[in-house]
């Protein structure tokens, strides 16, 4: 059905939300995937992994505990423990997105390997 646009309808249109990918320490609007590789410059397609079993590099809040097992991600793409991030005070680079659960390992230990949910 085709329908024509004039200046009285009422639409909203957004652009494509994956353009905004970057990673900047000023302003985090949101982390997407881990990368399958080093991006190196501005404007590249690249593939992400959006959930599943995957190595990130943790903050050494990222510790063995049986009951800490949840984790945000931080402006840098490394995962910090969730309860640090939630505390009173959220450090500095710690936004609120949860990126999923460590599965085994910790900061000190081997891995850990994490099960990140998209």
Same mark, same amino acid.
């Given at each position: 059905?085709?329908?024509? +646009? ?13 353009? $905004? ?17 080093? +991006? ?7 593939w992400v992994q959006t959930? !599943? ?15 800490? +097992?949840?984790?945000? $991600? ?13 505390? +009173? ?19 000190? !230990? ?9």
């Amino acid at each position: 059905m085709k329908v024509a +646009v004039t200046t009285s309808s009422a639409i909203e249109v957004y652009g494509n939300p994956y353009r $905004f990918l970057a990673q900047n320490n000023d302003q985090i609007l949101g982390v997407v995937g881990a990368p399958a590789v080093a +991006v190196s410059a501005a404007a590249m397609y690249f593939w992400v992994q959006t959930n !599943g079993p995957i190595f990130l590099n943790p903050q050494s809040t990222m510790t063995a505990s049986k009951e800490a +097992v949840g984790a945000c $991600f931080r402006a840098d793409g490394s995962l910090e423990a969730l309860a640090t991030a939630l505390a +009173v005070t959220i450090p500095t680079h710690d936004i609120a997105q949860v990126a999923g659960y460590r599965m085994a390992g910790s900061y000190t !230990g081997n891995g850990p390997l994490f099960m990140l949910q998209g």
